[in-house]
């Protein structure tokens, strides 16, 4: 198969159908050394239980990255799946936004990873977004920290394909690999990426990776070039009877970490309010919240490319300390205002649902759906962009016609809770940290 011309655009599954994202022209070695700028915070919650992780019996190396972050005791799911990663079994993970499914795979697969062994790259992560790519590239640069040894690179479209084929031929020592599908199922197909000694194959977001049909072409792709022999391992906070069919298709008599009541899936230190209110009057009442609530740190969702153009040109324009983020933007703007918003340096983020999954923003107290989500899935990634770490933190949904009430009426049927309308008076203390 010819190779792909440098101009060629990789489309990303996020990516609205009618917007093309340009090759980005910028000279960007997404290496360790690239990701040294990153503000790393881990992905995880204190828990109530009494194991450490000095229990989990890991390298005295990675205890000490981990102890070093600060942390002491996993979270439930990991210390559920860490020791079944550990063992080789095969995973399909479900569990709480923010409640660390992310760690469960870096530290099991940073366990178990010899770079010594002359057979790699022994890793492959595959994530929707960019930004996730780059923020789960973060995390391993944080707990490989005393394991100098171990090597990563990131892959994703926005960057010239040439550069991708320089890296690799130039780094056949890489032990892990990251990246969306798009991109990395070309460098397959063009017989530049070589996975014949991978052993730990990782799909995160995994129901929004399997969902469509052209992106799970392009995961069988790659999980295609791995060995038969292999771990694999599937996260999602979401995970519907519909899906769990074709995660099973990946795995082999793995372990299930899943949630059984979709009631347990809602995060219950999030205030969430509506508030019915017609389209003309959505910005009003967004500049008077604006105004008059205390925050840390917003991130208002909208539902198109257009409509988070629209409205954040106009908060920037009017003096708000904001930034905006879409597909449509070139790769490293993106990762730009990504980076702008997370080092807090502006405080309020308007963004499409490229956002809306994964992305770890400590001090995000509020989030607004000026639009209302389509489903409930996409309510509760969403409204998990606030509150992490299980702080506090209020979510507030604007409805505007009969759709919008059906869709928010979904979301308190499936999660079975009462989400009331906003009050005249709001009480800052249930969502201030």
Known sequence: MALMQASEEILDYEDADDVVVPNGKHDHNLDDHALDYMQEDYVGEASVHTAEF??????????????DAGFKHPSEVQANCIPKAVLGMDLVCQAKSGFGKTAVFVISTLQELDPSDPNQPSVIVLLPTRELAFQTAAQ?????????SITLSLFFGGIAYEKDITNIRNRPD??????????????????????????????DECDKMLHQEDMRAQIKVIFDATPAKKQVMLFSATLSKK?????????????????DDCAKLTLKHIVQYYVKITEAGKLEWLIHILDTLEYNQIIIFVN??????????????NNY???????????????????Q???????????????????????????????CPFNSDQYLHRIGRGGRFNRKGLAVTLVSDENDCKNLSAVQDRFDIDIAPIPDELDETLWAN
């Open 54 to 67: 000095k229990d989990l019996m890991l390298k005295p190396e990675l205890l000490r990255a981990i102890q």
């Open 140 to 148: 391993f640069k944080r707990f490989k920290k005393y394991l100098p």
């Open 174 to 203: 890489l032990n892990v690999i990251i990246g969306t599908p798009g991109r990395l199922a070309a460098l397959v197909r063009d017989k530049i990426l070589k996975l014949d000694h991978v052993k730990h194959f990782i799909i």
């Open 243 to 259: 899906i769990m069919p074709i995660c099973e298709e990946f795995v082999q008599d793995p372990y299930r970490h899943l949630v």
């Open 304 to 317: 198109t490319v257009d409509r988070a153009q629209m409205l954040g040109t106009h908060l920037f324009e």
């Open 321 to 339: 300390p904001s930034v905006m983020i879409h597909s449509g933007m070139e790769q490293i703007e993106r990762l730009a205002r990504y980076q």
């Open 341 to 371: 918003f997370k080092s807090f340096s502006s405080r309020i983020m308007v963004a499409t649902d490229l956002f809306g999954r994964g992305m770890d923003i400590e001090r995000v107290n509020i989030v607004i759906n000026y639009d």
